[in-house]
T-cell receptor, first 114, second 113 residues
């Protein structure tokens, strides 16, 4: 079974630039999450999708972050414009359903904003 | 406000001995707890979990204990092996997972030969 795929693995951008991350969850997984992990911290939930609908985006900085999952499969997370404090690893995870407890994570995208 | 706390940033244990990783939580609404293991440059991988209706769950070398009254859980690894060297995250959820996971900051476990 293929795991959660994310790209790119690494990205370096200047502040005020835009960046987008892509995630392909495990086939058949209806629930998709984006987490932000700042160095030395645990992952923090940004947004949760159930199929192509948003379940929870209460911790997403909506003035600069946006995410979509148009067809209920792949998802993109965008930051526009980026700030220095956005430097982090962005992790995508998926589960087969909203009450499934075991989330499978991708390798993450490490973003450095300079 | 950290709802899940792992107060030991790192822990060093000799190979073959028991590793005990601790986690405390403040939100009494949490009803499911998980441990994830993370190697450098990889995403977290699920290790073991426990429901709030239990006080112990065992899987091979890994055992998780939950003390609800103390809002404390621990992960025991016996015996510790070199491949166990990684960062371990404690995570919690409520409402059947509808709100996603809340993670602690992690504990870096180092297994000494």
């Amino acid at each position: 079974e293929a795991g959660v795929a994310q790209s790119p693995r690494y990205k370096i951008i200047e502040k005020r630039q835009s960046v987008a991350f892509w995630c392909n969850p495990i086939s058949g997984h209806a629930t998709l999450y984006w987490y932000q992990q700042i160095l030395g911290q645990g992952p923090k939930l940004l947004i949760q999708f159930q199929n192509n609908g948003v379940v929870d985006d209460s911790q997403l900085p909506k003035d600069r972050f946006s995410a979509e999952r148009l067809k209920g499969v792949d998802s993109t997370l965008k930051i526009q414009p980026a700030k220095l404090e956005d430097s982090a690893v962005y992790l995508c995870a998926s589960t087969s359903g909203p009450t499934n407890t075991e989330a499978f994570f991708g390798q993450g995208t490490r973003l450095t904003v300079v | 406000d950290q709802q899940v706390k792992q107060n030991s940033p790192s822990l060093s244990v000799q190979e073959g001995r028991i590793s005990i990783l601790n986690c405390d939580y403040t939100n009494s609404m949490f009803d499911y707890f998980l441990w994830y293991k993370k190697y450098p440059a990889e995403g977290p991988t699920f290790l073991i979990s426990i429901s709030s209706i239990k006080d112990k769950n065992e899987d091979g070398r890994f055992t998780v204990f939950l003390n609800k009254s103390a809002k404390h859980l621990s992960l025991h690894i016996v015996p510790s092996q070199p491949g166990d060297s990684a960062v371990y995250f404690c995570a919690a959820m409520q409402g059947g997972g509808a709100d996603g996971l809340t993670f602690g900051k992690g504990t870096h476990l180092i297994i000494q030969p």
